[in-house]
């Protein structure tokens, strides 16, 4: 890893597995510092450590970020630690039952909503004032396929992701020209915990039915984290409340 000086500091959420886990590695792999913030703390800890072994810097909070005192925690340990914010990445999230409306339980729909979207705002709440005060920030939030089509997932799913994408678009007009950009990707099917847990029926039967029809190739989270990277980059400076599929044309069809 390089190591650079100047190496920003970044929060990336559910980087204890799969895209979370590809973008915090690809981060630190550039010389940017990372707090790993996500539910499964041994997961976080074990890619905390894998960027150590590699020479990278980063730290791991263990915690449900539907929860203030974590979101408080999170953004606590980054101003502590690398002396601000300059990156957010909101990607910790949580499939549904993939079920049709009548069939979503309250509980269910609660709970989506408050992991994929809720914790989402929580956290960019938290960050905002320390990003708006250095005059720059970039925020990418990790919607889903789901966010563009009514297709792709169940009801709380789908509301959620759709969600997340007026989130990242209404983010990016309120501040735009006070050096904050958010953007989001959409990913398709990828090679994640997630997936295989779709795959093996976990979300129920919905997973086999049509939803897939030309789903495209199934993505590596490494190609999902190029995404995120990029949009958190200088590269990417005059790009604001852009919603990119990374999908390989599903969206397209
Ligand atoms: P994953 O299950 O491998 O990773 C998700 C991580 O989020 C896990 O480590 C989990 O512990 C963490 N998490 C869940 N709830 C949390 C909470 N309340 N607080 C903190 N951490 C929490 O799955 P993934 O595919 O890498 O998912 C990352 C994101 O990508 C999610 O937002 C998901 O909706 C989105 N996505 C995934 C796919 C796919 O096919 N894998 C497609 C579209 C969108």
């Not at 960027?51 to 263990?62: D, F, H, L, N």
């Not at 979101?71 to 499939?95: P, Q």
């Not at 799913?157 to 990707?185: C, D, E, F, P, Q």
């Not at 949009?231 to 599929?245: D, F």
Request: hydrophobic share 45%; with cysteine; aromatic share 4%.
């Amino acid at each position: 890893m390089t190591g650079r000086p100047d190496g920003r500091s970044v929060i990336v959420t559910g980087a204890g597995s799969g895209i979370g886990r590809a973008a915090a590695l690809a981060f630190a792999t550039q010389g940017d510092r990372v707090v790993l913030a996500d539910l499964d703390a041994q997961g976080a800890e074990a890619a905390v450590q894998e960027i150590e072994r590699a020479g990278g810097t980063a730290v791991a909070v263990a915690g449900d970020l539907s929860e203030q005192a974590v979101v408080d925690r999170v953004t606590a340990t980054a101003l502590e630690r690398f002396g601000g914010i300059d990156v957010l990445v909101n990607n910790a999230g949580i499939m549904d039952r993939m079920s049709a409306l009548a069939d979503v339980s309250d509980a269910e729909w609660e709970r989506v909503l408050r992991v994929n979207l809720t914790a989402p705002f929580l956290l960019t709440r938290a960050v905002l004032p320390h990003m708006l005060a250095a005059g720059r920030g970039a925020v990418v939030n990790t919607a889903s396929e789901a966010g563009l089509r009514g297709s792709a997932a169940g009801a709380a799913y789908t509301a959620s992701k759709h969600g997340v994408v007026g989130l990242t678009k209404n983010l990016a007009v309120m501040y735009r020209g006070r050096g904050i950009r958010a953007n989001a990707i959409c990913p398709g099917g990828t090679q994640t915990a997630i997936s295989v847990d779709v795959e093996q029926g976990a979300h129920g039967p919905a997973a086999l039915g049509p939803h897939f029809v030309n789903l495209g190739r199934v993505s590596q989270p490494e190609e999902q984290a190029a995404a995120i990277v990029f949009l958190a980059s200088e590269s990417a400076s005059n790009i604001n409340g852009a919603i990119l599929p990374v999908d390989d044309g599903w969206s397209a069809v």
